[in-house]
């Protein structure tokens, strides 16, 4: 395959990565936001027993990251994102049936883990079958499966979970199984040179900065994907229809995202293009504290949510770019694992400063200001583009 090979020789398999992480994270994982109310509201957990089901699919996130590249290095990557595809199903069709909360708690913690295996395993599975030319669209194209599953989500579970919420469960289950099939036979080769097990444990210089950045992210977005619906509802006054509505705007963003800083990166490199989505986040994050007209709303709401994975794809790209394909999968598997340690513990962090102080301002100026200190630590390194840093 060339540099100008036509997009139908790769876009396919990119289709395949999109696919893997709409069910794994979009489905697996953001279908939770739309589906915890109906849970409380038809009985099936109170709501600090639907707090426990988030968090286990935290837990399970946290364990996926951290088991994905050993299983990958011991069995090969193609056959762990085929296994992690059918457990994420299998969770599903385990929640369907109303079980106890226990029960529930474990197949969301399944569903978790297969996320966390699926996001770092797909991306480096589709990046080094397609030329570097096509890099930018194909990783953006891959993670763009985040927001496809969730907008699915948001329109799929409301629709069939209002009247029986096994229904949802079911109509979640159908999609990721149709999604499957199309995905199952180009996930079916390890031609690439299996990746390494061991490697240096700490990366050097653009790998390091890059390593330093991008978990900040993690603590940069929490105000938008924790508190913005409960900003917009009781900081503002507003309806509870037009807090919906503004994550819905938060969804198509995250649709887009990926694919507009993918296009980007391949004009312009994806250094500048981490660089820059960090910058312009952490001024989307920060737009509430100047202005809390709807249109200022619209905006930040779509740009956060655009940035979110948008950001994810071309930090994985970055990845590339500094250490080359062979040593992708380990690196970034390592990226993912300190991006859900350092969510988990931003979250609690913010979710305890909230409730002391109940400033919602607070938290948007910290959340800006930590992704400003992510778009300078993330140019630091130079250019780093001849896979000299952190080989695994």
Known sequence: MTNKAPWASWAPLALSGLLANMIGIGIGRFSYVPLLPLMIDGGWASASGAAQLAAANLIGYLLGALAAHPLAVRLGASRVIRGAMLALLLSLLGCAPQPALPWLWLWRCLAGATGGV????AAPHV???VPAAMRGRAVGLVFAGIGVGAVFS???VP???ATRLQDAWLALAACSALAILYAWPRFASDDLPRPAAGGSLLPRG???ALLCAYPLDAIGYLPHTVF?????VHGLSLPATVGGAFWAVFGAGAALGPLMTGMVADRIGFRMTVVGCMACKAAAVALPLLSASLPSLFVSSFMVGALTPGLVAVASGRVVEIVGPAAHQRNWAMMTFLYALMQALGGYAMAALYGALHSFDLLFAIGASV??????IAGLGGRAGMHASARG
């Open 159 to 161: 629709a069939f979970g």
């Open 206 to 208: 653009a790998m390091l």
């Open 118 to 121: 699926l996001i770092i395993l």
């Open 154 to 156: 948001g329109f799929v």
């Open 228 to 232: 913005w619906v409960e900003y917009l």
């Open 127 to 129: 990046l080094g079958r």
């Open 371 to 376: 992704l400003a200190l992510a778009a300078l």
